[in-house]
């Protein structure tokens, strides 16, 4: 390929992805989100406000568990990872895109070997898959599509529940998704192995919910609304609980409730671990909560966002 036929592609993913960006930009002022209205309360005001805030939020607190990966290679195919090789049955055809390409394992949660989760599966495997290019498959609604529609048809990810993990090693296939002639756009630079904590969270204003749970948080003067997001944070990798964003929750317009979160990878640097959505961002999957019920994971929803 000549240096002007990539150069002239590099141009047009980048007025892509500005026009994705101010596409962005403009939902999220057309909807009930935090930029809808000026802050009014007074310093003071603002002051009890947030002092009454924990009693506003603890009704709505969530379960959560949370992840830490740690520079280590994990120890057998099965056990839960960032990145690395996907545990896969040698029976079952491979998550691809649809020109065949192999997708790459993001994360790999052997449910077996964490803490139980209200609501969510306690046994079995779930992983997560996603393209290696520029939008590390990233899928944005088409004229005439809304999100359902892009989540029950994935081009660039795939999420794969198992509910049954085999122990037999001649049941089990190993991927090469690597590519030495292809840039690498993947988040996890590396393969880590994790670490499981059950804990509890409280909503962050991150999440479209906040502001229907609480009263006054569109109000506030700039220091309390840092306070607000220092204090209240929804950030780092973990399973369920609530979700944060450098951008906008794109879940702003559908039916608060609907639309758990599954997953979330965050940017996460140090300590042997390198994990990089674009420029600081972070990674979310969201699934009907229908679907959870139902254990079926065929249609889940897909965003990452970065500064």
């Excluded at 603002?46 to 506003?56: E, F, G, M, N």
């Excluded at 990145?83 to 052997?110: S, V």
């Excluded at 944060?244 to 140090?270: A, I, S």
């Excluded at 972070?282 to 229908?290: A, E, L, P, T, W």
Aim: proline content about 8%; glycine content about 8%; aromatic content about 10%.
């Amino acid at each position: 390929m000549s240096a002007s036929a990539i150069l002239t592609g590099a141009v047009l993913v980048l007025v892509a992805f500005i026009l994705w960006r101010e596409h962005k930009k403009q939902a999220s002022t057309s909807t009930p989100g935090r930029q809808a209205k000026r802050l009014t309360l007074t310093d003071d005001a603002a002051d009890q406000w947030l002092k009454s805030l924990p009693a506003q939020l603890e009704p709505h607190r969530l379960p959560v568990v949370r992840i830490t990966p740690i520079a280590e290679a994990p120890a057998t195919p099965r056990q839960s990872r960032f990145g690395g090789h996907a545990w896969w049955p040698e029976d079952l055809p491979y998550p691809t895109t649809p020109d065949g390409k192999p997708l790459h394992l993001l994360a790999q949660l052997n449910l077996d070997e964490m803490p139980s989760l209200e609501g969510y599966p306690d046994t079995g495997m779930l992983q997560f898959f996603i393209a290696n290019e520029d939008l590390m498959g990233l899928q944005f609604p088409s004229a005439g599509q809304d999100i359902v529609a892009v989540c029950t048809a994935p081009l660039g990810f795939r999420v794969v529940y198992h509910p049954e993990v085999a122990q037999e090693p001649s049941l089990l296939r190993r991927h090469d998704t690597s590519d030495e002639n292809q840039e690498v756009f993947l988040p996890v630079d590396g393969c880590y192995a994790l670490r499981f904590e059950a804990d509890s969270m409280l909503p962050a204003p991150t999440d479209h919910r906040f502001d229907a749970l609480v009263e006054g948080s569109q109000d506030l003067p700039d220091e309390t609304l840092d306070a607000l997001y220092d204090h209240y944070s929804a950030e780092g990798c973990h399973l369920g609980g609530y979700a944060t964003f450098t951008q906008d929750d794109p879940r702003y317009g559908q039916t608060p409730g609907d639309w758990l979160l599954l997953f979330q990878m965050d940017t996460t640097e140090g300590e042997g671990v390198h994990i990089m959505w674009g420029d600081s961002g972070v990674g979310n999957f969201f699934i009907h909560k229908d679907d959870l019920a139902r254990r079926d994971f065929s249609r889940v929803w897909y965003n990452w966002d970065c500064c």
